[in-house]
Every structure is written in structure tokens, then in C-alpha cells.
């Protein structure tokens, strides 16, 4: 698959930008990671209802289990499966992540492609988003809940809207899947779209059960970002909770010192081992797809060279440089059409 623009642009990293990156070993990573989003279980206890579409297409309507809540209640996540009618057999299956202000049925489009190439869909709504959101639309209720997860105070039950608590519920969502009679759990895909492209690096890099993965226009690094004052797009995802945690800290507007004590205290170790240069190492030799921009005001360039130097380096040391696929065009942040088609492309390959 054509790198475009990588190649010549990795060049152009200076060699000491490499060496500042200094994180803990992966195996270490991957355990603590685990073990900060650790919480206990609840049986899946899935509710499934289903009809069938035009063209041979089930689509699947159902909701599971993920953990209890501080008030005693179960989080479900509402989820859409989509699968061709006429199965033989176990089927690979790839999730299908939505961005800020999404939900899971925006994501029907990829999963009917997928389906044509005999590969079963799955699309969740993300924390406070789709079926989440208490019935605000877009991306209010996200924006609310992190608001008020900045304001808990020390020794308070703690929610993680800001990806983290999504990443749960993916690997929730895998423990589902290994329980259907029509997903063969070796092939098991995931892709995302912006937000959910962080939360596919986040929650694939740790949980091996996923074969395949694309993170398209989530890969960057966020240290980079907040050191290189580029902060303000990822920032603008969320205003609402920079801006009070502005008005609380002080500041008259947001700025670096606002984004680093919001960023540490919702998500933290993102300024650290759980960055993406530090997480994307734990793909090394499973099939990744890296799709992004040069233009992309969100995953600032910069951010994403480093973190694409770093998988590199791991896939070459892995002996798997065959594995890792970079598809970097010329656009802001946005999926091209071509960039769509490699990543089904991917999944067809791997899947198998």
C-alpha cells in the first residue's frame, strides 16, 4: 500500500525528538493500563432484537452489560450488529468506532461494506453519545460529563467520559463477541474515527484478542501538542470543560497550564506512557493501518510523525514491518474516500 508522504516527511524528524521519548517498557504499560481502568464486572446479560434488511443484511439491536454504577445500576451499551443473513459457520467481525458527537448508527454505512465482504459490523455508542446522552443531542452531554468529572473532588467516585471509560466497554464489547456462535474471536477487527480513533489505539494496543486495527484520524501524541502549543484543536472537542477548568484554576483563558491539570486529572498518564507514541508499540506485529493528515488541526502532524516513528521502529524490531501501513494524505481532519476503501481493504486482508 502507497505511504505517500510518510517516508519523505519521517526524515525530517530530528533525531534528539526521538530520544526525549522515554516510557516504560511495554509489557508494563500494557499491565498498568489494564489495571488504572480495571473495575469489577457484570454478567453481559445481552438483549438482542433483529430484522432483516434489503440486500440479505441482518441488523442486530442489542445491549449488554458493562459494569455497575455508583448508584447500584448497571451501565448497558447500546449496541448495532449488522451481519449477511445467510451465515456458514464463525465470521470475522470488526467494530466500528464513532467520532465526537456521533453515534452508533452513523457508523451503518462502513458496516454494510463490510458485510459485503462477509465480515459481521459492530458499532456501540460511546459514553454520554447516541443512546448515552439522556437525549441531548450531539456532543452536549459528553461535554456536561466531563465537566463535572473535572470538578470531583479527591477521594470521590470518579468517571472517565474522556475515552477512558469507553475502553471498558470495548473490551467488554470482545468479551460479548467471544460468546456468539457467528464471529470467529481469532479474526476480531477495530476501527474508529477520530474519537474513536483514540479510544482503537487505546483499547486494541492493550487487548491482544484484537487481530487488526485501524485508528484513522485519532493518531498523534498530546505531549507533543501541549508542548508545541497546538493544543487548541483537541481542546475545542471538549470547551466546555477547559473553559471551567479555566475559570477554576484561575487562568483567564485556556492555555497549556489549563489542558496539562485537566488532561492529568480525566485522562491520565496521556501525557505520559499511555501517549500514543508509547501505546502504538504495543500493536507491533498484528496488522495496523494508520490513516490520517497533514492538515489535521485536531492530531496536529507533528504529534503524529513522532508517534509513527515509534511504531515503526517497534514493527522493524518485531520483524513485522509487513504489518504496519501508513496512508498519510494532504487533508485536515477527514477520511478520504481512498483511505475508506484501504482500510476495508485492510480488514479483508487480515481477517482470515
Known sequence: MCRLLLLSLLLLIPQFVHAQEKYSAP??????????????????????????????????????????????SVERVPTTLLRPEKINGRMPAVIVLHGTG??????????????KRNIIGVAIDARY??????????????????????KTKPGEPMEHPFYYDTVWDLWRLVDYLETR???????????GFSMGGIQTWLAASVDERVKVSVPAIGVQSFRWSLENDQWQGRANTIKLAHTQAAKDLGE???????????????????????????MLRLFAGRPLLIVGGTKDGNCPYGGAKIAIASVERAYKDAGASDRLSVMIEEVGHTVTAKQRTAALDWFEKWLK
Open 27 to 72: 509489557a508494563a504499560v500494557r499491565a498498568s493500563f489494564k489495571k488504572l481502568l480495571d473495575r469489577p464486572k457484570v454478567p453481559l446479560d445481552a438483549k438482542v432484537s433483529s430484522k432483516i434488511l434489503d440486500g440479505g443484511l441482518v441488523l442486530e439491536t442489542l445491549s449488554f452489560g458493562s459494569e455497575k454504577k455508583a448508584d447500584g
Open 102 to 115: 456521533g453515534n452508533k448508527d452513523g457508523q451503518l454505512g462502513f458496516m454494510k461494506e463490510l458485510a
Open 129 to 150: 453519545h447516541g443512546g448515552r446522552s439522556g437525549g441531548a443531542k450531539g456532543a452536549a452531554a459528553y461535554n456536561e460529563a466531563i465537566a463535572n468529572a473535572w
Open 181 to 191: 456462535d457467528d464471529v470467529d474471536a481469532k479474526n476480531i477487527g477495530m476501527i
Open 252 to 278: 483567564p483563558a485556556v492555555n497549556q497550564k489549563v489542558c496539562r491539570a485537566l488532561w492529568n486529572k480525566i485522562i491520565p498518564g496521556i501525557l505520559d506512557d499511555y501517549d500514543c507514541p508509547s
